[in-house]
């Protein structure tokens, strides 16, 4: 399995209560949710990954728990992953989403 199901689950019932366009995609060797088109969070093996807009990716990455996606050995422009400590609650979890789809509104 290259991503946690529960994890994808937990964020398919989260964007069930968007109305809006919303499609799945297998992405980075995880799965993408993506909105209109464009990335909005995903995940890859038991981590978050979330697409967030440039202005705001320094104080993301001071939180605890993120850190710069780098599938290739360098930081991926506008993604984090977001350990499990990072959203176990659903409260959490809704943060990096509305995050991601604020991203992906952006780029529309």
């Not at 689950?9 to 992405?27: G, V």
């Not at 290739?72 to 977001?82: N, S, W």
Request: net charge negative.
């Amino acid at each position: 399995m290259a991503y946690d199901d529960e994890i994808a689950k937990r964020i398919q019932h989260a964007l069930a209560l968007i109305p809006e366009d919303l499609t799945e995609k297998k992405m980075f060797g995880g799965i993408a949710f993506l909105y209109h088109g464009k990335m909005t969070v995903g995940v890859v093996k038991h981590e978050l990954m979330v697409r967030v807009i440039d202005t705001k990716m320094e104080s993301i990455l001071k939180q605890e728990h993120t850190r710069p996606m780098d599938f290739t050995g360098k930081p991926m422009k506008e993604f984090v992953f977001v350990s499990q400590e990072g959203f176990r609650s659903e409260e959490q979890l809704q943060l990096w989403i509305e995050l991601g789809l604020e991203h992906a509104k952006s780029k529309l």
